[in-house]
């Protein structure tokens, strides 16, 4: 009734604008409360698949012997890893950030743990045109004067954002232009809505499953509280702009061996997030053919630079 009253009264007034926007948030609102139920719908239909099969996999090893019970657990952490990252694969967002932690944490069984790692690498991307909204909704729509995005598909895409090479073209202090090749990193367009939902959801699939199974979940209410705080501050790339030319400067001034790209604050919003672009290589993949010293060197440098970080907080 008070959107509808809304149109009403700012077409009587003469405000056309207004007037479509009210009418817009009257169109609107009912998908949006839809997306919301589905989605909720979706994370209930997992949790009560889970609990289920938790519950039956429990009667089953209680009613045989303890070595017995012990093969029915195993090969039941095999089948619920598996269930459990197609998904969190499925729902994407913020469940994505509770299975990464998961997938460290040294009480998890190792199915879940080798099966959840799987979500650290990368996550399907949005394609170009997505991208491309979002960057003329934060720069206008002459966006591509300042930001030439590169074909082909990102560098990487995580839960919050995926990253592009792009040549980014900066304005001189003289005046005049001057082309960088960068990376940008731009935020999924449906994350802070989903994200929203998905935050009230987890809470009650933490209490769901810890009643379900105490020994497996009895810790993930702690985490789903520590995650949501977390990612509501990543949401906003200018604190991670910001964090990141903060050691940036106490690194160069400190002489430490950790190069860290240079940020270009002028392309930075609370949605994009533009630096410099520089050669490298993953861990992962560096750790397949370098040598133990070598190996050694860099694990030395990150703890002393990961220490150092604290005494600048």
């Known amino acids: 009734l008070a959107p509808a009253t809304a149109v009403a009264m700012a077409t009587v007034a003469g405000w056309p604008l207004a007037a479509q926007v009210a009418l817009g948030a009257v169109l609107l609102a009912p998908v949006l409360a839809l997306r919301v139920i589905w989605r909720t719908l979706r994370v209930t239909w997992v949790c009560a698949v889970l609990m289920a099969s938790l519950f039956i996999t429990d009667r089953r090893a209680k009613a045989t012997t303890e070595k017995g019970g012990k093969a029915i657990w195993s090969m039941a952490h095999n089948v619920h890893a598996r269930f459990l990252l197609h998904a969190v694969m499925d729902l994407s967002g913020f469940f994505v950030k509770i299975a990464q932690t998961l997938s460290v944490a040294t009480a998890t069984p190792e199915p879940f743990n080798r099966e959840l790692s ?97 020994v497996l979940f009895d810790d993930l209410a702690d985490v789903v509280r520590e995650v949501s705080s977390l990612t509501k501050i990543e949401l906003d790339f200018r604190n991670e702009a910001a964090s990141q030319e903060r050691a940036r400067e106490a690194a160069l001034a400190h002489n430490m061996d950790v190069v860290i790209p240079s940020v270009f604050t002028n392309l930075v919003t609370s949605r994009v997030f533009a630096m410099e672009y520089i050669e490298g290589e993953r861990l992962n993949d560096f750790a397949k053919s370098a040598r133990r010293s070598e190996k050694v060197r860099i694990v030395h440098d990150l703890i002393e630079f990961f220490a150092f970080s604290f005494t600048q907080a």
Not at 149 to 178: C, D, E, N, Y
Not at 205 to 213: E, G, N, Q
């Open 118 to 214: 799987r979500l650290q690498d990368s996550m399907p991307a949005e394609p170009h045109a997505e991208v491309e909204k979002t960057l003329a909704e934060e720069f206008g729509r002459d966006w591509n004067k300042i930001v030439r995005l590169h074909p082909g598909p990102p560098l990487g895409s995580a839960t919050i954002a995926q990253v592009h090479r792009a040549t980014l073209f900066l304005s001189k202090p003289g005046g005049g232009v001057k082309e960088i090749e960068g990376v940008i990193k731009v935020q999924h367009r449906q994350i802070r809505g989903n994200l929203a939902v998905d935050m009230r959801a987890a809470a009650l699939l933490a209490a769901l499953l810890a009643y379900a199974s105490p």
